[in-house]
């Protein structure tokens, strides 16, 4: 992705964003009064409390809406619907036929290749997918783990960034065992992502600018610092193009099943996966998350609690911020082996879609980088193999999150019951039981 | 314009809000809608006002049936409404706001040139004393009412509803409004009152119609007393005033030393405040909302770091600590707004119980919660507080009021505690969790604890005190013994010192005359307000 369309991107996201945001104040500056006692959730929760069946009904819907998307596009089923009414079947034999042959690409591409000739082969989609994933998974815990102290991690792609750049400053300039050198990758990879999110948490906590725009100013400034700095100290000498030196063998994460497999999936994988355990542990069960969850559900309760809300938000973006960071440590020495200007890609963006499907809980997480990994890597095997433009993906991913940002949608599609509802009535039930029993 | 409900009902889900209301209000009469918080009444209110639809029954006005699909429709036949929260423009003129929906134009451009006429010709007529032009947010509270009012009466309403209108109005504000009711009936306006505040509803009804639990449960004369209109509206006989021995003061203070507060637009909120509560005694601090008690009590806890001064807690300075190291110190601190500052509506009942004592190395150990031992604080504060919950794991969000209110107490008394500030400890709460509340208010005292409660419910200052401190304009007036009388607080409310207030009740002014002995004896209701009319 070249910056300009990065920064396009990081500027539709930031105006949604910013809609979510506003929509949310609303709702807190204007409540019904008759709700007085009543808990008024906000947006945020509200997308985030549907469950999971929310989540997969959401991607059942993009999937159906974007099947019809292949088939309308097909040449063919374009050309046979010319003579629709003389007969329709052959318009709808052909946008099927496109349609499934798309979503078959698609998994082959991504999960099993059942058409390849070793066992190896078929199944190395999966562990492509596997490798794809590891940037989306740190970076969406980076969004989630904000998202649920209250705060809009829009500056992932620029944490991402700068964790590469401080990864790479350590590959190029040190040259210790690989142990050492990995260790060292990994530290600065945190520390340059800390900086960057932690910087956005200082300034919001001292100065109360808003998240969102101080993540996307940062986010501007990393892409330009990585420019600068790949034609300057971290450019590969003699050479004239953007980019960094190739990392030393000692500098680069080992393959997990070894170099005589044509898997890629890297030691990374772990870290990311430790990540998980780690953050499902900080969010849920250490008083660090008690804290953090308690600054993003209810600010004014956590001060009365004596819960600095300003530590939280430094806190938490400094955390948020080293996770992301990790994400471009391990892109630069783990996958791609150097550093250039799409060291970032969309990662940063594609998280906060991969956290909100995953309803910012860490393993929900981990799910949806799984499922846009899965995108990912099928993607271009679906446009080779049936010529359906890479962009369907894209527009499946961007349905997914529509229908999410839109519970009652798919509640009324799928005849999914309303999370708050029916829990009330069963805890009434249960008190007005305990009633009778104490009579 | 005769108003008139038959058979009501209006149901949310499984809740049933207003169970088959009949009532009538002829014209030129005030009909008061008696009932506890809760009971239903801004619900009817809003039923009648075009908000919501009702599940079942009809609206007549002048005996033809009518339907409401919203409250333009409502204006339309002649039903105003003043809103318990007021519904104006804070940037806009009176003028402005009374125009707004309605505007009068020529061509495209407003023409408040009319409006302002109305407003005067309304203004003269009932003594509003409004200037059309001025400011609606540099108005007093009253005034702003009166705009409310204003605004009903340019749009031509026969029928007048006012939703808890004294709520936030000073006493003498208070009595402007009665006197502005009257004038409206004797125009031959409906008027439909919704209070629970016994003095007014006496004071100014024609009929009244007490509502409990969403059903009408009986109508009364305005001549019945005090005692019985409570004892309808809740049920059942009352004790506000709480079992408690005379206080036992021992040697821990508290002290308050020139505690000054002063707004970022230069307003003083807290005047060089000095006090003292001693160990094992309840200092109420009375006053109409807005006088600088929420302000101290933040003060106190340590979210007011402008405040200057000196707050001492026997030997310890909490002025310029951080709210963790006040808590630290002793200090219990139930919040006035309990949904906004006391719990987390999505956190658990077992959560919200350790909300501010997680990180006690009873709660957590090497930063990793202790399931078990918050699930067993759980149980005992669920059991010892008698909070009415489904499940522990359950949002504390879909409790009620007095329930959640619970929770807050159960936290704040878990600790051993060297002082204890509540705010508004039973506001929005059933009557029964009020009594216990208070009960546990009153065993904290009786350890020993020296004990600060803010309350703009005079009845519960008087239930709780041993002193009472009486806050206006951010200045302390003066401390009163806990038998002063109404009228003599209500004077220090509205800005004299007990010296001055005390004196000029001895002069036998008009202002609630201190008829100390026959209102003690009311004391035991929770809504009656002095017998002084």
Same mark, same amino acid.
């Given at each position: 992705?070249?910056?300009?369309?990065?920064?396009?991107?990081?500027?539709?996201?930031?105006?949604?964003?910013?809609?979510?945001?506003?929509?949310?104040?609303?709702?807190?500056?204007?409540?019904?009064?008759?709700?007085?006692?009543?808990?008024?959730?906000?947006?945020?929760?509200?997308?985030?409390?549907?469950?999971?069946?929310?989540?997969?009904?959401?991607?059942?819907?993009?999937?159906?809406?974007?099947?019809?998307?292949?088939?309308?596009?097909?040449?063919?089923?374009?050309?046979?619907?010319?003579?629709?009414?003389?007969?329709?079947?052959?318009?709808?034999?052909?946008?099927?036929?496109?349609?499934?042959?798309?979503?078959?690409?698609?998994?082959?591409?991504?999960?099993?290749?059942?058409?390849?000739?070793?066992?190896?082969?078929?199944?190395?989609?999966?562990?492509?997918?596997?490798?794809?994933?590891?940037?989306?998974?740190?970076?969406?815990?980076?969004?989630?783990?904000?998202?649920?102290?209250?705060?809009?991690?829009?500056?992932?792609?620029?944490?991402?960034?700068?964790?590469?750049?401080?990864?790479?400053?350590?590959?190029?300039?040190?040259?210790?065992?690989?142990?050492?050198?990995?260790?060292?990758?990994?530290?600065?990879?945190?520390?340059?992502?800390?900086?960057?999110?932690? *910087?956005?948490?200082?300034?919001?906590?001292?100065?109360?600018?808003?998240?969102?725009?101080?993540?996307?100013?940062?986010?501007?400034?990393?892409?330009?610092?990585?420019?600068?700095?790949?034609?300057?100290?971290?450019?590969?000498?003699?050479?004239?193009?953007?980019?960094?030196?190739?990392?030393?063998?000692?500098?680069?994460?080992?393959?997990?099943?070894?170099?005589?497999?044509?898997?890629?999936?890297?030691?990374?994988?772990?870290?990311?996966?430790?990540?998980?355990?780690?953050?499902?542990?900080?969010?849920?069960?250490?008083?660090?998350?008690?804290?953090?969850?308690?600054?993003?559900?209810?600010?004014?309760?956590?001060?009365?609690?004596?819960?600095?809300?300003?530590?939280?938000?430094?806190?938490?973006?400094?955390?948020?911020?080293?996770?992301?960071? *990790?994400?471009?440590?391990?892109?630069?020495?783990?996958?791609?082996?150097?550093?250039?200007?799409?060291?970032?890609?969309?990662?940063?963006?594609?998280?906060?879609?991969?956290?909100?499907?995953?309803?910012?809980?860490?393993?929900?997480?981990?799910?949806?980088?799984?499922?846009?990994?899965?995108?990912?890597?099928?993607?271009?095997?679906?446009?080779?193999?049936?010529?359906?433009?890479?962009?369907?993906?894209?527009?499946?991913?961007?349905?997914?999150?529509?229908?999410?940002?839109? +519970? +009652? *949608?798919?509640?009324?599609?799928?005849?999914?019951?309303?999370?708050? #509802?029916?829990?009330? #009535?069963?805890?009434?039930?249960?008190?007005?039981?305990?009633?009778?029993?104490?009579? | 314009?005769?108003?008139? !409900?038959?058979?009501?009902?209006?149901?949310?889900?499984?809740?049933? @809000?207003?169970?088959?209301?009949?009532?009538?209000?002829?014209?030129?009469?005030?009909?008061?809608?008696?009932?506890?918080?809760?009971?239903?009444? &801004?619900?009817?209110?809003?039923?009648?006002?075009?908000?919501?639809?009702?599940?079942?029954?009809?609206?007549?006005?002048?005996?033809?049936?009518?339907?409401?699909?919203?409250?333009?429709?409502?204006?339309?036949?002649?039903?105003?409404?003043?809103?318990?929260?007021?519904?104006?423009?804070?940037?806009?003129?009176?003028?402005?706001?009374?125009?707004?929906?309605?505007?009068?134009?020529?061509?495209? $451009?407003?023409?408040?040139?009319?409006?302002?006429?109305?407003?005067?010709?309304?203004?003269?007529?009932?003594?509003?004393?409004? %200037?059309?032009?001025?400011?609606?947010? %540099?108005?007093?509270?009253?005034?702003?009412?009166?705009?409310?009012?204003?605004?009903?009466?340019?749009?031509?309403?026969?029928?007048?509803? !006012?939703?808890?209108?004294?709520?936030?109005?000073?006493?003498?504000?208070?009595?402007?409004?009665?006197?502005?009711?009257?004038? !409206?009936?004797?125009?031959?306006?409906?008027?439909?009152?919704? &209070?629970?505040?016994?003095?007014?509803?006496?004071?100014? $009804?024609?009929?009244?119609?007490?509502?409990?639990?969403?059903?009408?449960?009986?109508?009364?004369?305005?001549?019945? $007393?005090?005692?019985?209109?409570?004892?309808?509206?809740?049920?059942?006989?009352?004790?506000?005033?709480?079992?408690?021995?005379?206080?036992?003061?021992?040697?821990?203070?508290?002290?308050?030393?020139?505690?000054?507060?002063?707004?970022?637009?230069?307003?003083?909120?807290?005047?060089?405040?000095?006090?003292?509560?001693?160990?094992?005694?309840?200092?109420?601090?009375?006053?109409?909302?807005?006088?600088?008690?929420?302000? !101290?009590?933040?003060?106190?806890?340590?979210?007011?770091?402008? @405040?200057?001064?000196?707050?001492?807690?026997?030997?310890?300075?909490?002025?310029?600590?951080?709210?963790?190291?006040?808590?630290?110190?002793?200090?219990?601190?139930?919040?006035?707004?309990?949904?906004?500052?006391?719990?987390?509506?999505?956190?658990?009942? &077992?959560?919200?119980?350790?909300?501010?004592?997680?990180?006690?190395?009873?709660?957590?150990?090497?930063?990793?919660?202790?399931?078990?031992?918050?699930?067993?604080? @759980?149980?005992?504060?669920?059991?010892?507080?008698?909070?009415?919950?489904?499940?522990?794991?359950?949002?504390?969000?879909?409790?009620?009021?007095?329930?959640?209110?619970?929770?807050?107490?159960?936290?704040?008394?878990?600790?051993?505690?060297?002082?204890?500030?509540?705010?508004?400890?039973?506001?929005?709460?059933?009557?029964?969790?009020?009594?216990?509340?208070?009960?546990?208010?009153?065993?904290?005292?009786?350890?020993?604890?020296?004990?600060?409660?803010?309350?703009?419910?005079?009845?519960?200052?008087?239930?709780?005190?041993?002193?009472?401190?009486?806050?206006?304009?951010?200045?302390?007036?003066?401390?009163?013994?806990?038998?002063?009388?109404?009228?003599?607080?209500?004077?220090?409310?509205?800005?004299?010192?007990?010296?001055?207030?005390?004196?000029?009740?001895?002069?036998?002014? %008009?202002?609630?005359?201190?008829?100390?002995?026959?209102?003690?004896?009311?004391?035991?209701?929770?809504?009656?307000?002095?017998?002084?009319?």
């Amino acid at each position: 992705m070249s910056v300009e369309e990065t920064l396009q991107a990081q500027e539709g996201l930031a105006a949604s964003a910013t809609a979510l945001g506003t929509a949310e104040q609303k709702t807190k500056d204007n409540p019904n009064p008759q709700m007085g006692e009543q808990y008024r959730p906000s947006l945020a929760t509200r997308i985030l409390g549907g469950g999971v069946g929310l989540s997969i009904g959401a991607m059942i819907a993009a999937f159906i809406v974007g099947g019809l998307l292949i088939a309308v596009t097909d040449s063919k089923t374009q050309q046979a619907s010319q003579y629709f009414f003389a007969r329709p079947s052959d318009t709808l034999i052909y946008g099927w036929r496109a349609a499934s042959e798309a979503y078959v690409a698609l998994f082959q591409g991504s999960i099993f290749n059942f058409e390849a000739n070793t066992f190896v082969r078929q199944i190395n989609p999966l562990f492509e997918t596997l490798t794809v994933s590891i940037p989306l998974i740190l970076a969406g815990l980076a969004v989630a783990i904000a998202f649920r102290t209250g705060l809009f991690n829009i500056g992932a792609q620029g944490q991402i960034i700068l964790g590469a750049i401080f990864a790479t400053f350590v590959a190029i300039n040190f040259n210790f065992p690989l142990v050492v050198t990995l260790l060292l990758i990994i530290i600065g990879g945190l520390l340059g992502g800390a900086i960057w999110g932690g *910087l956005v948490g200082l300034l919001k906590a001292k100065t109360g600018a808003h998240e969102v725009i101080l993540s996307i100013m940062l986010n501007y400034i990393a892409v330009y610092l990585l420019q600068y700095l790949l034609k300057n100290s971290l450019q590969r000498p003699g050479n004239t193009n953007p980019i960094s030196p190739i990392f030393e063998d000692n500098a680069i994460f080992p393959r997990i099943f070894g170099d005589g497999t044509p898997f890629r999936l890297h030691w990374g994988f772990v870290l990311a996966l430790a990540a998980v355990f780690f953050v499902s542990w900080l969010l849920n069960r250490s008083t660090i998350g008690f804290r953090l969850r308690a600054v993003g559900a209810n600010p004014g309760a956590a001060k009365n609690a004596g819960i600095s809300v300003s530590a939280g938000y430094i806190l938490v973006m400094s955390i948020a911020g080293a996770l992301a960071g *990790l994400a471009g440590a391990l892109q630069v020495s783990g996958t791609e082996k150097v550093l250039n200007t799409g060291v970032a890609a969309s990662f940063g963006f594609d998280a906060i879609t991969v956290a909100l499907l995953g309803r910012s809980t860490p393993w929900g997480t981990f799910f949806a980088a799984l499922l846009y990994g899965a995108f990912r890597a099928g993607g271009t095997n679906m446009q080779v193999s049936t010529g359906t433009p890479i962009d369907l993906v894209l527009v499946v991913q961007a349905l997914i999150v529509l229908f999410i940002a839109a +519970p +009652p *949608l798919v509640r009324a599609i799928f005849r999914l019951p309303d999370p708050a #509802k029916p829990r009330k #009535k069963s805890a009434k039930k249960k008190a007005s039981q305990k009633a009778v029993e104490a009579k | 314009m005769k108003l008139e !409900l038959r058979g009501v009902t209006k149901k949310f889900g499984d809740f049933t @809000a207003n169970d088959s209301i009949d009532l009538v209000v002829e014209p030129g009469t005030v009909h008061t809608l008696l009932g506890e918080n809760g009971a239903g009444k &801004s619900t009817l209110m809003n039923v009648v006002y075009g908000l919501y639809e009702p599940t079942e029954g009809e609206i007549l006005i002048d005996d033809q049936p009518v339907t409401f699909n919203g409250p333009s429709d409502a204006m339309n036949a002649g039903i105003g409404m003043v809103h318990q929260h007021f519904m104006l423009v804070p940037v806009f003129t009176v003028a402005e706001n009374v125009a707004l929906g309605s505007e009068a134009t020529k061509g495209v $451009s407003l023409d408040l040139a009319t409006t302002r006429k109305k407003i005067r010709e309304i203004s003269d007529q009932y003594g509003f004393e409004v %200037d059309p032009d001025a400011v609606v947010e %540099d108005l007093p509270v009253g005034v702003q009412q009166r705009v409310e009012i204003i605004k009903a009466l340019v749009r031509d309403a026969e029928v007048l509803i !006012l939703d808890e209108p004294t709520a936030v109005l000073t006493p003498s504000e208070t009595d402007q409004l009665l006197g502005i009711m009257d004038q !409206l009936r004797q125009d031959g306006k409906s008027l439909l009152f919704i &209070s629970h505040k016994l003095r007014e509803v006496r004071a100014i $009804s024609n009929d009244i119609t007490v509502i409990r639990r969403g059903k009408v449960v009986g109508k009364a004369d305005p001549t019945v $007393s005090t005692n019985e209109l409570a004892t309808m509206m809740v049920g059942k006989n009352v004790q506000l005033v709480v079992d408690k021995e005379e206080a036992h003061t021992n040697s821990d203070t508290f002290e308050v030393k020139d505690l000054s507060l002063v707004a970022p637009n230069g307003v003083p909120l807290l005047k060089n405040v000095n006090f003292t509560v001693h160990g094992g005694e309840i200092l109420a601090v009375a006053g109409v909302q807005g006088n600088g008690q929420t302000e !101290l009590t933040e003060a106190i806890i340590g979210l007011q770091p402008k @405040a200057t001064g000196s707050l001492k807690l026997g030997e310890t300075e909490l002025m310029g600590k951080s709210t963790k190291q006040i808590l630290r110190a002793g200090v219990g601190f139930v919040p006035e707004d309990r949904s906004t500052d006391g719990l987390v509506g999505s956190f658990s009942i &077992s959560e919200n119980l350790i909300l501010d004592l997680f990180d006690r190395k009873e709660f957590s150990r090497a930063a990793t919660l202790n399931r078990s031992a918050i699930s067993k604080n @759980a149980d005992r504060a669920i059991e010892e507080f008698d909070i009415r919950v489904g499940h522990k794991n359950d949002a504390a969000a879909t409790l009620s009021g007095g329930n959640q209110q619970k929770i807050v107490v159960a936290r704040e008394l878990t600790r051993d505690l060297k002082l204890f500030v509540a705010s508004q400890p039973t506001r929005g709460v059933d009557v029964g969790s009020i009594e216990f509340i208070h009960k546990r208010i009153v065993a904290e005292r009786d350890k020993g604890v020296p004990v600060i409660i803010v309350s703009t419910e005079l009845d519960e200052v008087y239930a709780l005190a041993d002193r009472i401190a009486v806050f206006f304009h951010g200045e302390l007036m003066g401390i009163a013994p806990a038998d002063t009388p109404r009228g003599v607080l209500g004077q220090m409310m509205a800005g004299a010192t007990y010296e001055e207030a005390l004196a000029s009740a001895d002069f036998g002014s %008009d202002v609630g005359t201190g008829a100390a002995t026959v209102e003690q004896s009311e004391n035991n209701l929770p809504w009656a307000e002095g017998e002084n009319r």
